[in-house]
């Protein structure tokens, strides 16, 4: 499994999660945060004087996806979040090593990875389920 991790813009995230949920990807965190990229921040008059804000509001969603279905995952963060504006955001893709259902116990062996329409595991990967 892959935890892919995005920072968008918080006025994408509506678009982001439709985006998600009409390929199937239905469970994702939100979390809102604050940081910069390579935009450095930006300038904002305030009652006459330049302010320099250096922290943006962003959001960060993480989807956790099984190996063949980062591609997707990714396809649709770009869709949803994508205005062609520098501070568009940037996604990550980490492994997962293990998961455990709390409610449960269950370890990822005895979860079932919902599938997602029209995806299929590759060729060479192997997804232990």
Do not use: H, W
């Amino acid at each position: 499994m892959q935890l892919v991790t995005a920072i968008i813009r918080p006025e994408r995230i509506d678009f982001v999660k439709k985006a998600l949920e009409d390929r199937g990807f239905a469970g994702m965190t939100i979390t809102e945060v604050r940081g910069r990229g390579e935009q450095g921040g930006i300038s904002l008059q305030f009652r006459g004087k330049t302010v320099a804000v250096d922290m943006l509001p962003k959001c960060r969603i993480e989807v956790a996806v099984s190996d063949y279905q980062v591609d997707a995952a990714i396809e649709a963060i770009c869709a949803g979040a994508r205005t062609g504006k520098v501070g568009d955001g940037r996604i990550f893709v980490l492994p997962i090593l293990r998961t455990v259902r709390v409610r449960t116990g269950e370890e990822l062996a005895d979860v079932p990875v919902p599938s997602v329409e029209g995806s299929t595991p590759s060729t060479g990967s192997t997804l232990s389920i």
